[in-house]
């Protein structure tokens, strides 16, 4: 396993051999790191998650509700994460025409 240059947990799954991971693989990180919600599964070896932020709307004096859409790529090493889980992504080179995030993280759930 390499180091990654981010604090994060030791991944526990297996890993496959691909080139197209953070840890075990070649995929260089880099750039933001983004903290949010696993939305869909139905890709392979990616998953689209979800950020939501609040936006505040002077002329009405409310806030506003807006949520932002990413393609992340699920690393093999990582798995196990299913709807609803907290994961960290980071921006690395672009892997397909929308994927241009790797997932890192999966948070510790309670």
Same mark, same amino acid.
């Given at each position: 396993?390499?180091?990654?240059?981010?604090?994060?947990?030791?991944?526990?799954?297996?890993?496959?051999?691909?080139?197209?991971?953070?840890?075990?693989?070649?995929?260089?990180?880099?750039?933001?790191?983004?903290?949010?919600?696993?939305? !869909?599964? +139905?890709?392979?070896?990616? *998953?689209?998650?979800? #950020?939501?932020? &609040?936006?505040?709307? =002077?002329?009405?004096?409310?806030?506003?509700?807006?949520?932002?859409?990413?393609?992340?790529?699920?690393?093999?090493?990582?798995?196990?994460? !299913?709807? +609803?889980?907290?994961?960290? *992504?980071?921006?690395? #080179?672009?892997? &397909?025409?929308?994927? =241009?995030?790797?997932?890192?993280?999966?948070?510790?759930?309670?």
């Amino acid at each position: 396993m390499r180091d990654i240059g981010v604090d994060v947990s030791t991944p526990e799954g297996e890993w496959d051999g691909s080139d197209n991971c953070p840890f075990f693989g070649s995929l260089r990180v880099r750039g933001q790191i983004i903290e949010c919600t696993v939305s !869909s599964l +139905g890709m392979t070896d990616s *998953i689209v998650v979800e #950020r939501e932020t &609040s936006r505040y709307m =002077k002329k009405y004096e409310r806030y506003e509700k807006r949520t932002r859409r990413y393609a992340a790529h699920l690393p093999t090493c990582i798995g196990g994460v !299913s709807r +609803g889980d907290k994961v960290r *992504i980071m921006e690395c #080179r672009p892997l &397909s025409k929308t994927v =241009k995030f790797c997932v890192i993280e999966k948070e510790a759930s309670e």
